[in-house]
């Protein structure tokens, strides 16, 4: 099965834009799995998002141009930006600010909320620090269920990103193991699939039980996201959970 999401699936006015990428398939729930919602950010100028809790929710901070401060209710004060990705388990309750620093360059990335794989887990911040900005013609691994990343989810869910340079090809990653559900997302430029399907910026793929050949029609920046659909989540997440 292979489904495209149109990027005017996205909801927000604001320089938030939102997607549940649940609603391409039913309104039964608005995430594929344990992937529960991802927003794409872009802020022009400097802005102060104040403290505010998150309840069961494990957050990736991906941002690809820009600069924000981070600050949180364990005291941890650290910059997120291109270099430097960050990662929040929030279990049970927790709090951050986000400091955004978009004047002289705009910041936008994606904020990804992952379903955490039980409730209630201790809260944890981890930052991870790219050798490189870009991975390119080459999936990278970001996050795993396992302590191969420093992203570690508590659910069945992989991350991984890649820049693929313009008329050059790609597939899937292998995993080790079948049945998985997968979610391409183009951050920026434009791709083929199966010399039939075009995908701009901020559209998606969902793809199950499919083998599929990716072209950059354009240096490409794009991030996949992997799902266990049958694994154990827990979908009441603040936002993360099923908001249907």
């Known amino acids: 099965m292979i489904q495209k999401i149109d990027n005017t699936m ?4 604001g320089p938030i834009k939102v997607l549940y990428p649940g609603l391409a398939l039913s309104k039964a729930d608005t995430g594929i799995g344990s992937i529960g919602r991802i927003d794409h950010p872009e802020f022009h100028g400097n802005t102060i998002i104040r403290m505010h809790p998150h309840v069961n929710d494990e957050i990736v901070s991906y941002f690809r141009t ?3 401060e981070h600050r949180d209710s364990e005291g941890i004060i650290e910059n997120v930006d291109k270099n430097k990705l960050m ?3 929030a279990g049970r309750s927790f709090y951050h600010e986000e400091k955004i620093f978009g004047t002289d360059e705009p910041l936008e990335g994606l904020q990804i909320f992952i379903r955490p794989g039980i409730k ?5 911040v ?12 080459q999936w990278r691994l970001l996050g795993s269920p396992t302590t191969e990343t420093e992203f570690q989810f508590s659910s069945q869910t992989w991350l991984y990103d890649m820049k693929l340079l313009e008329n050059q090809h790609a597939a899937l990653p292998d995993l080790p193991k079948e049945g998985l559900t ?3 997302y183009v951050f920026k430029g434009k791709a083929t699939i199966n010399n039939e399907i075009e995908l701009n910026k901020k559209d998606s793929l969902i793809i199950k039980e499919e083998i599929i050949s990716i072209t950059a029609q354009e240096n490409t920046e794009l991030v996949l996201f992997v799902t266990d659909e049958k694994a154990e989540i827990f979908k009441k997440g603040m936002y993360s959970g099923n908001q249907a």
């Open 10 to 13: 996205f909801a927000g006015h």
């Open 66 to 68: 820009g600069l924000s």
């Open 87 to 89: 990662f929040m388990k």
């Open 120 to 124: 209630d887990l201790e809260p944890k």
């Open 126 to 137: 981890v930052f991870m620090d790219l050798k490189n900005i870009h991975s390119e013609n």
């Open 182 to 184: 997968y979610l391409l």
